[in-house]
């Protein structure tokens, strides 16, 4: 069974925050119980009615996580203390703890911390104060765990996805790679432009998946040197359509599907497959678009030599308004003019991207 361990370790104890004679007031209220190394003082999902504090030894509280892992939310020692939701509730546990070292309990039943409450009531509100630290402390942990989970499976998602472009790729040795340029330069607009983190998450998964529709066109189309038919190109135009197609039923890249659709619209309506125009164009596939020219240009292709960062950057100048978005033309001249094509050699250094002619 796989074990996930936090990273807390309990550093308060209970007694230290209390006067002796709150301690031996806490003691009086409670039974002493002894437990061997491995023996399970709680039991995750059973019904108790007792918070514990350890004399002496050493416990381990783990929680399964989506009914699989064990996740160890902490270690305590001496003087700490567990189980605080039996005296605030009557739900089951939430967790299970196990004892790692010969271990002495006081339990204190929840009829004991009431007789507690009335008798002892500044106590019993100590106690209470300790407790909603610790549960607080526990919150913020699980959140933790859940973003460090949710941020994995997002790298899953992209990973999956990186594994299906690259079979795509690998159909044409021209485009080896132009896929992952594509997404770091889209990226990098992107992020200059301000995008909120979501949305970039949304548009590199759009970048990643602009050309999927390709799949279905024939390599007889696809590989041609010079220049396509009518009918080829009608072919070759179906696939950003092809790409909604086949992504339209998968929940997590739904927000993508947009960008993937519209990467070949042109601001001025020329483009295809719908012919929007302007801001109607999602912003994504706008980005997207001059990312994916400027990489085509400075790649060669069957058809035609590629030619080096300045000449393409004029050649999007020269289409800034008509068939690119000026602003975001504008915001990769700008990181292009602050420091060439690094930022793309940094992100892939694989690919032994050229500064210079690349
Ligand atoms: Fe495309």
Redesign the pocket.
């Known amino acids: 069974m796989e074990k996930h361990t936090a990273d807390v370790k309990s550093s308060k104890t209970f007694f230290a925050r209390l006067s002796p004679e709150e301690t031996s007031l806490i003691k009086s209220y409670s039974k002493e119980k002894k437990y061997l190394p491995g023996d399970v003082i709680v039991r995750e999902k059973t019904l108790t009615d007792t918070f514990c504090i350890i004399k002496k030894g050493s416990v381990e509280v783990t929680k399964k996580y989506m009914d699989s892992e064990d996740m160890v939310l902490a270690v305590m020692g001496d003087g700490d203390f567990f189980g605080e939701m039996a005296l605030l509730d009557q739900g089951t546990r939430s967790a299970t703890v196990k004892a790692l070292t010969s271990t002495t309990i006081y339990e204190i039943s929840r009829k004991s911390f009431e007789l507690l409450l009335k008798k002892q009531p500044d106590l019993a509100y100590t106690i209470l104060r300790e407790l909603s630290t610790r549960l607080r402390e526990a919150g913020t942990l699980l959140v933790a765990h859940l973003e460090r989970k949710n941020r994995q499976l997002t790298q899953a998602y992209i990973d999956t996805v990186q594994v299906l472009v690259n079979a795509l790729e690998a159909r044409d040795t021209y485009t080896s790679g132009h896929t992952a340029r594509v997404t770091v330069i889209a990226k990098e607009i992107a992020r200059k432009m301000g995008m909120a983190p979501e949305d970039l998450y949304t548009l590199e998964m759009g970048a990643l998946l ?2 999927v ?2 799949i279905g066109i024939p390599d007889s189309v696809l590989g041609k040197p010079g220049p396509l038919e009518k009918s080829e190109f009608q072919i070759i135009a179906g ?2 359509g092809m ?1 909604g197609q086949i992504l339209k039923n998968i929940e997590y890249l739904e927000n993508s599907l947009p960008s993937v659709m519209s ?2 619209e042109r601001f001025d309506g020329k483009g295809y497959p719908e012919g929007l125009a302007g801001k109607s164009i999602p912003l994504a596939g706008r980005i997207i678009a001059v990312a ?1 020219s400027f990489d085509a240009m400075i790649s060669s292709r069957p058809y035609r030599e590629k030619i080096d960062t300045m000449e393409a950057v004029k050649e999007l100048r020269k289409c800034s308004g008509t068939q690119f978005d000026s602003d975001i033309v504008e915001t990769f001249i700008k990181i292009i003019e602050s420091g060439g094509l690094e930022f793309l050699k940094e992100a892939l250094p694989e690919q032994g991207v050229d500064n210079k002619n690349r």
């Open positions: 602009h050309d529709g390709k696939h950003p790409g990467h070949h994916d």
